[in-house]
C-alpha cells in the first residue's frame, strides 16, 4: 500500500501535493480494510479484488466526489463522474497547466490508478519481486508526466528503495542488498546523467486545445478610433499598469497575422517566465460583452472567477464558451528586477524572428536604411523604434487607414508615411525581422490615467504595439508611434527603464557603435546527453512491456502445452491427458503430489470430477500395463474425461477461474 501510495504522491508537480492526499490515502486505506476483512474472513477471500475495488471507488466518491452523492450515498451523477476519470481526466490534465487546478474532473485518474495498481499488488503477494511491479509501472507513468531529477530523484529512489525493501523483511539478507543497490544506481544516476530541461508528456502536440475561429482584434483597431467613446471594459488595481493585451499576432504570410494555437486551460498558477525577479500584482476586471478574448497582461499568474484557455508564451487568454459579461480577479508578475543594462541586451538568439510572406521591393533596403546595417542588439531595436516614431505620422480624425497586409504596409513605408498603430506596429515587426531582430504584434487598449477607483477603458484606448525578444529578459513591448499616441498610462518598472534606455541613443545623424561580439560559449563536456525522464520513460516502457509479457506468458504457455499434448498420439497421448487433468486440478487449488495416480488424486477430490478421473485411470492402466499399448480410442476417450473436468471446474466462481489462468506453478 505504502509503495503503491508513494508512487501516487509523485503526481504532486501536476496537481500539487496536498490535492491528492486525500484521495491516495482514502484508495490505499480501503484498500488496507479489504485485506484485513478477508484475513478475518476467509470466505471472502475469492472477492478481494471485487471488493477492494467497490470500497476503494466508494471512499473516493466520499472524498472527491460528494458533491454529487446523496445522503452519502453514490448517485449516478456519480458512476458517471468515475467513468469521466478513466475517459477523460488524464486528458484534461494534460491540456492545462501545471500545476492543475485541484478539481476532481482533473485528478481522478491518479487515485484510480493507484487503486488499480494496488488491487494487482495485493493479489501478487506470494511473489514479493512481482508484486511491486504494479507500483513500479506507476511510479515511472508519473515520471513520464513530470520528471524529477537532481536531489529530489535521489531522495525518491532512496524512499522507494526503503519501502520495496520492506516487502522482504522475512529475508532480511535480500532486503539490506535491494535497498543498498537501488540507493546506489540512484546515486550514480544523479551525478552522471546530464538532465537538461525535465521531460514531460505535457509537451506531445496532441495535448494542445485547438485555437477557435474568432474575429481578429488587429481588424478592428480603425472601427474603434471610430468610435472612441464606447467603453469596453473596466478595472481597479493599485499596480502600475501601463497596457492590456487581448492577443499576441506572432505569423504572418504576407496578407493576414495569425496567433499561435499553443492553448491551454488555466490551471492554479504560472510562475514567472524571465530570469528576472519579478513581483506579484492583481486587479478586478469586469469585461461587457461577448468577445472570446479577455484582457490580460504579458505573464498571467492565476485568474479566478472564470475558467480560461492561455497561450503561456503570450499571456493571453481566451473564452471560447462565452456568451455574456464576465468578472475575473487577474494575477501576474511584473519584472521589478535589475533592469538597468538592458539597453546593452541582445536579442534573444534561440528565437527566430518570424514569417514575412513575399517582402515588396524597397522594403529590406528601408530597413537597412532605417537601422544603419548595425547587428540586431536592443539599441538596434530603439533605434528603429525611434525611425518610425519621427519619420512617420499618427493618423486622427475620420478617415482612418485601414489593414495590415503588406500592400497597406507598403503604402504606408514608403508613400503615405501616415497610419494608425496598426499600421505601426505591423511597420516595425516587419522591419526587425528583416534586420533578424525577433519580433511579434500585441493587440490590446493602453491603460488610461490612473484615477482613485475604479478605471474604464474605451475604444479610444485601443492600440496595437511590437514587442520584441531580450535574451535573459523575455518581450519587450516597445512604442513606435511615441508621444503621437497620446499615451499617458502609469509606466511598469520595464516601460521606465526602457523609457532611460531611449534617452541614452545617439543623434538621428549619428551611426550606432556595434557591440563587442559575445564570448563563445564553451563546449559541453562529456556525459551520456540523456535526461533523467528520458531515462524513465525508456525504462518504464521496457518494464511495463515485460509486465504484460509476463501476465500473458502464462496463459499462453498453457495454451500452447495444451496443444503439444493433444498431438500425441498412443501411450503418450493417454499419458499427455493424465498431465493435463493434474495440472488444471493444482492450478484450482487441488494439493497434488508428484507419486499421485489418478485413483489417489479422486479420493481427496470429490464431487463429479472423481467418475471421470475413474475413466482417466483404466485408460491409462490400459495404456501403461496391458501390453497392448493405447489405440486412438483410447487416446480420445482419455481426452474426453479431460474436458468433463475442464467442464466442471469451469462452474466455479469467476475469482477462481481468472486465478487458475494465471498460476504461474
Request: a neutral charge.
Amino acid at each position: 500500500m505504502l509503495a503503491t501510495a508513494v508512487a501516487g504522491l509523485l503526481f504532486a508537480p501536476v496537481f500539487g501535493f496536498w490535492s491528492l492526499v486525500a484521495p491516495v490515502a482514502a484508495v490505499a486505506v480501503a484498500c488496507y480494510v479489504v485485506v484485513e476483512l478477508c484475513v478475518r474472513f476467509p470466505a471472502l477471500r475469492p472477492w478481494r479484488p471485487v471488493l477492494a475495488l467497490v470500497v476503494g471507488l466508494f471512499a473516493l466518491t466520499e472524498v472527491s466526489l460528494s458533491h454529487t452523492t446523496r445522503g452519502g450515498l453514490p448517485t449516478m451523477d456519480s458512476l458517471r463522474a468515475l467513468l469521466a476519470g478513466v475517459t477523460d481526466s488524464w486528458q484534461l490534465a494534460l491540456q492545462s497547466t501545471w500545476p492543475v487546478r485541484p478539481d476532481a474532473e482533473l485528478l481522478l485518474f491518479v487515485p484510480m490508478l493507484v487503486l488499480f495498481a494496488a488491487m494487482v499488488g495485493i493479489e501478487l503477494l506470494r511473489w514479493p519481486a512481482v508484486a511491486v511491479l504494479p507500483s513500479l509501472v506507476l511510479l515511472l507513468l508519473s515520471q513520464a508526466f513530470v520528471a524529477v531529477s537532481g536531489t529530489v530523484a535521489t531522495l525518491v529512489a532512496l524512499g522507494y528503495a526503503a519501502v520495496v525493501a520492506g516487502l522482504f523483511y522475512t529475508r532480511a539478507r535480500t532486503a539490506v542488498v535491494l535497498t543498498v543497490v537501488l540507493s546506489v544506481v540512484a546515486g550514480l544516476a544523479t551525478l552522471t546523467v546530464h538532465t537538461g530541461p525535465a521531460y514531460s508528456v505535457q509537451r506531445s502536440q496532441s495535448a494542445q486545445v485547438a485555437l477557435p475561429r474568432t474575429v481578429n482584434p488587429l481588424s478592428e483597431v480603425a472601427a474603434r478610433m471610430a468610435d472612441p467613446d464606447t467603453p469596453v471594459f473596466s478595472y481597479t488595481s493599485d499596480a502600475p499598469v501601463d497596457r492590456w493585451r487581448l492577443v499576441v499576432l506572432d505569423d504572418f504570410d504576407g496578407v493576414t497575422w495569425t496567433a499561435s494555437d499553443q492553448y491551454r486551460r488555466l490551471g492554479a498558477e504560472i510562475g514567472p517566465r524571465t530570469d528576472v525577479p519579478a513581483a506579484s500584482y492583481s486587479a478586478r476586471l469586469t469585461v461587457p460583452g461577448d468577445s472570446q478574448w479577455v484582457p490580460s497582461q504579458a505573464m498571467p499568474e492565476s485568474v479566478t472567477g472564470i475558467a480560461p484557455l492561455i497561450d503561456q508564451d503570450t499571456g493571453t487568454l481566451l473564452l471560447p464558451a462565452r456568451t455574456g459579461p464576465v468578472e475575473y480577479e487577474l494575477r501576474w508578475w511584473e519584472q521589478n528586477g535589475d533592469l538597468e543594462g538592458i539597453a546593452d541586451a541582445a536579442v534573444a538568439s534561440d528565437i527566430e524572428p518570424g514569417g514575412l510572406g513575399a517582402v515588396p521591393s524597397g522594403i529590406a533596403e528601408l530597413a537597412r536604411e532605417a537601422t544603419g546595417g548595425a547587428r540586431p542588439t536592443v539599441k538596434t531595436a530603439l533605434v528603429l523604434e525611434q525611425f518610425l516614431s519621427r519619420g512617420y505620422k499618427f493618423a486622427t480624425g475620420d478617415e482612418l487607414p485601414t489593414g495590415s497586409s503588406w500592400p497597406q504596409l507598403r503604402s504606408f513605408l514608403l508613400d503615405t508615411k501616415r497610419g494608425t498603430s496598426e499600421q505601426f506596429a505591423a511597420s516595425y515587426v516587419v522591419l526587425a525581422r528583416i534586420v533578424g531582430i525577433p519580433a511579434r504584434l500585441a493587440v490590446g487598449y493602453r491603460a488610461p490615467a490612473g484615477t482613485d477607483g475604479r478605471v474604464v477603458v474605451r475604444n479610444e484606448d485601443v492600440l496595437a504595439w511590437p514587442e520584441i525578444a531580450v535574451a535573459g529578459v523575455g518581450w519587450v513591448p516597445l512604442d513606435p508611434i511615441g508621444a503621437a499616441s497620446g499615451a499617458d498610462a502609469a509606466p511598469s518598472p520595464l516601460a521606465e527603464v526602457m523609457a532611460k534606455a531611449r534617452a541614452q541613443l545617439p543623434p538621428p545623424d549619428q551611426k550606432l557603435p556595434d557591440p563587442p561580439l559575445p564570448e563563445a560559449e564553451p563546449a559541453p563536456g562529456p556525459g551520456f546527453g540523456v535526461g533523467v525522464g528520458t531515462m524513465a520513460a525508456w525504462l518504464g516502457s521496457g518494464l511495463l512491456g515485460l509486465f504484460v509479457f509476463v501476465v500473458l506468458a502464462i496463459p499462453v504457455a498453457k495454451l500452447v502445452r495444451t496443444v503439444r499434448r493433444r498431438r500425441f498420439t498412443g501411450v503418450r497421448g493417454v499419458v499427455g491427458a493424465w498431465s493435463e487433468a493434474r495440472d488444471l486440478l493444482r492450478a484450482h487449488g487441488t494439493r497434488v503430489t508428484p507419486g499421485m495416480t489418478p485413483r489417489d488424486l479422486a479420493a481427496v477430490t470429490g464431487g463429479s470430477i472423481v467418475d471421470s478421473l475413474h475413466r482417466l485411470a483404466v485408460n491409462l492402466d490400459i495404456a501403461l500395463w496391458s501390453g497392448k499399448g493405447a489405440n486412438e480410442s483410447t487416446v480420445a476417450e482419455s481426452w474426453s474425461a479431460v474436458r468433463e473436468i475442464r467442464g466442471t471446474l469451469a462452474r466455479r466462481s469467476l475469482a477462481a477461474r481468472i486465478r487458475a489462468v494465471f498460476v504461474i506453478r
